[in-house]
């Protein structure tokens, strides 16, 4: 028997790492998550004589990531630009990368670690975006 469920997670229970890695640049990125979307199970593996396992996985998680930088170096410029970064009044530059574990960013594949041990009060409470490794984790 699997249940579907699609939850929440506040922006304050998010993090977005290494950004800047992912990116090659030498500007600093500053970045901010926006509430998560994680579409999850619960699984019961049931036979006759009981429950023998319930487990949680996790199939999908959606965000977007808001970024800016002040650009240090004008090569940064036409990379940032290419990915949709616009100056600002201020002349610093900024976007919005969407996060999507089922769509491809700059040509390489999103991995879930999602296979959630245990979740507080039966919800994920906490999502890693990891842009360097493209690993998004579930807790």
Same mark, same amino acid.
């Given at each position: 028997?699997?249940?579907?469920? #699609? ?49 949680? !996985? ?10 800016? !930088? ?6 940064? #410029? ?7 970064? #616009? ?53």
């Amino acid at each position: 028997m699997n249940v579907q469920f #699609k939850t929440t997670v506040k922006s304050n229970e998010c993090e977005v790492n290494n950004l800047k890695e992912a990116l090659n640049v030498e500007s600093e990125i500053n970045a901010s998550i926006c509430d998560c979307e994680v579409e999850w199970a619960l699984e019961v593996d049931a036979r006759d004589w009981g429950v023998k396992e319930i487990s949680c !996985s996790v199939s999908r998680v959606t965000t977007e990531i808001e970024w800016n !930088s002040v650009l240090d170096d004008d090569s940064d #410029k036409l990379k940032l630009t290419e990915i949709g970064g #616009k100056f600002n009044r201020h002349g610093d530059i900024e976007g919005t990368i969407t996060v999507d574990s089922d769509k491809e960013w700059n040509g390489k594949k999103w991995t879930i670690d999602g296979n959630i041990d245990h979740v507080d009060n039966g919800l994920p409470v906490s999502v890693d975006v990891d842009f360097e490794d493209m690993i998004i984790t579930v807790l």
